[in-house]
């Protein structure tokens, strides 16, 4: 689900019709456009790119979906905004071939979400049967103790670890010298830290707020 509120004719030329926008005020508007490109939204991948402010949010898509909108796309994005760590909204495979690509590409994510994408445990599913006894967290073996599993993408994500950023109120600068504001609010989605998406560039009077897997709009 995202959310707009546009007021910027200089985007114009760059902008494409988004169906679930609201303004400021939370009433659904239709006919908006706004200067975002979607490349998926939904259970099979998340990611929606600002151009303006090339900023990627949510990796959730095999690399040859980018590379089909433009083979140099990842040439024209600063930074990486991760929400969570769910499937659909980060594709390990495919952050790690920018990592080793494109090395001025910077990753904003929680410190919850670094933690799980570099953890070498087993976490158990929601409603999973825990025998007494065992970590209700992490599976177990019939001695109690967490069940390792080969940690393929944790020395792969920390060799690059100088770039990847804890996400907290700032100011960000694009490569085209573009500064805006990023403010990321925390949102309830399960057990989880989930990420919502505040930009303000009040040069060009632009505000847009993304927010995903909401357990409940209030």
């Given amino acids: 689900m995202a959310f707009a509120y546009i007021n910027n004719p200089q985007f114009k030329d760059d902008n494409v019709e988004?169906?679930?926008t609201y303004n400021k005020w939370l009433q659904r508007q239709f006919g908006k456009r706004i200067p975002i490109h979607i490349?998926?939204?939904g259970s099979e991948g998340n990611s929606v790119y600002l151009k303006p402010y090339k900023t990627l949010i949510d990796l959730g898509l095999p690399f040859i979906r980018y590379n089909e909108y433009s083979?140099?796309?990842?040439?024209?994005?600063?930074y990486i905004i991760?929400?969570?760590?769910?499937?659909?909204?980060?594709?390990?495979?495919?952050?790690?071939?920018?990592?080793?690509?494109?090395?001025?590409?910077?990753?904003i994510l929680t410190e919850h979400m670094w933690n799980y994408i570099t953890s070498d445990l087993y976490?158990?599913?929601?409603g999973e049967y825990v025998p007494f006894g065992h970590d209700p967290k992490?599976?177990?073996?019939?001695?109690?103790?967490?069940?390792?599993?080969?940690?393929?993408?944790?020395?792969?994500?920390?060799?690059h670890i100088s770039r990847f950023e804890i996400a907290t109120p700032r100011i960000l600068k694009t490569h085209t010298k573009k500064e805006f504001l990023f403010n990321p609010l925390t949102?309830?989605?399960?057990?989880?830290?989930?990420l919502a998406i505040e930009i303000s560039d009040p040069e060009l009077e632009f505000e847009f707020l993304y927010a995903s897997d909401l357990d409940n709009l209030g």
């Fill in 18 to 20: 988004i169906k679930s």
């Fill in 39 to 41: 490349f998926g939204s």
């Fill in 71 to 78: 083979p140099t796309f990842f040439l024209d994005v600063d």
């Fill in 82 to 107: 991760l929400t969570h760590h769910h499937g659909d909204h980060l594709n390990p495979s495919t952050l790690n071939r920018v990592l080793n690509n494109y090395p001025h590409v910077r990753v």
């Fill in 123 to 126: 976490k158990r599913e929601k």
């Fill in 138 to 159: 992490f599976k177990t073996d019939e001695k109690g103790n967490r069940i390792q599993k080969p940690p393929k993408w944790k020395p792969l994500f920390e060799k």
């Fill in 187 to 194: 949102l309830k989605h399960g057990d989880i830290v989930n």
